[in-house]
């Protein structure tokens, strides 16, 4: 299966990302995500640059499996404060047997924020 592009809208740096929710299908159905684990990193400004950060299902990790049996994925609401710039990311989902597969790539535009916190 083809990887499915998703940018992300342009988000200011600092503020808080209200998160989003995937669901990954396999040949038009739900793919059962039971036992797998996910991993994303956010690239800076091509697929290849400098890791600008990394999500993964941990606790506390940014991803979360939210529906395994229906293959539903949320990338967690969360304050986003990474450097402004154009990042490349992709998620990672390595099955329960071992397979690792990449269903979502996409970009991520994160813009400067101007008001700078309170000292």
Do not use: C
Not at 14 to 19: K, L, P, Q, S
Not at 31 to 54: F, N
């Amino acid at each position: 299966m083809a990887s499915q592009t998703y940018d992300f809208l342009d988000h200011r740096k600092g503020d808080t990302f209200a998160g989003v929710q995937f669901t990954i299908v396999k040949n038009g159905s739900p793919l059962d995500l039971t036992g797998a684990s996910l991993r994303m990193e956010m690239r800076e400004l091509t697929p290849t640059g400098s890791v600008g950060d990394t999500f993964t299902d941990d606790s506390d990790g940014g991803l979360t499996i939210t529906d395994a049996a229906n293959g539903v994925i949320t990338f967690d609401e969360q304050v986003v404060d990474i450097l402004a710039m154009l990042y490349y990311y992709d998620i990672e989902i390595t099955l329960s047997n071992g397979d690792v597969k990449t269903y979502i790539v996409g970009t991520w535009i994160i813009i400067q924020d101007v008001t700078q916190p309170a000292t």
